[in-house]
């Protein structure tokens, strides 16, 4: 506690002040130590609260971490290093391919961003198998103005070469 004299330390037990001899009254000792009585009740919630913000901040930070999106040319890179199921694999591949053809078709491809793709077999233009991919992405028109688009590539059977974008909306 501090002297309200001479502004010093005083133990929590001292009746008087040691530096000016300053005489503490029954009630200020009392208020003390419901003061610290207090204190010390709140002192593990405290803790408890410290603890727990930091771990909704751990938290948070791995969910940022772990949502950031693949770009296009990642999830190419992905589909032809993945070798578990080769049918998901080459989904995965041409969904990437298609994403990455969209993008190189736009007036700023530094503005796009996937949004989502879908692939599904289909037949190329020449009746050969291959993938026909939906993707929807996000990106500046003409006018500087972030607009969500659709578009619908044609990929071939191994997902490494978008052969048509059919409609773009």
Avoid at 31 to 47: C, D, G, I, L
Avoid at 125 to 131: C, K, L, N, V, Y
Wanted: charged letters at 20%; a positive charge; one cysteine or more.
């Amino acid at each position: 506690m501090q002297c309200p004299n001479c502004l010093g330390d005083v133990p929590s037990a001292a009746k008087a002040c040691r530096r000016c001899g300053h005489a503490f009254s029954e009630g200020q000792l009392e208020k003390q130590a419901a003061f610290e009585k207090r204190a010390k009740m709140a002192a593990p919630y405290v803790s408890g609260l410290a603890i727990l913000t930091v771990l909704v901040l751990l938290w948070t930070c791995t969910r940022q971490q772990a949502a950031q999106p693949l770009t296009p040319s990642e999830r190419v890179e992905a589909g032809r290093k993945a070798s578990s199921d080769k049918l998901a694999v080459l989904e995965y591949r041409a969904e990437g391919t298609a994403a990455e053809a969209v993008k190189q078709r736009l007036n700023d491809p530094a503005s796009f961003e996937l949004v989502g793709a879908s692939a599904m077999p289909g037949k190329t233009d020449d009746g050969s198998p291959g993938w026909i991919v939906g993707v929807t992405y996000r990106a500046k028109n003409g006018f500087g103005a972030v607009m969500t688009n659709n578009a619908i590539v044609s990929v071939d059977q191994q997902g490494e070469a978008a052969l048509k974008i059919i409609d773009i909306r």
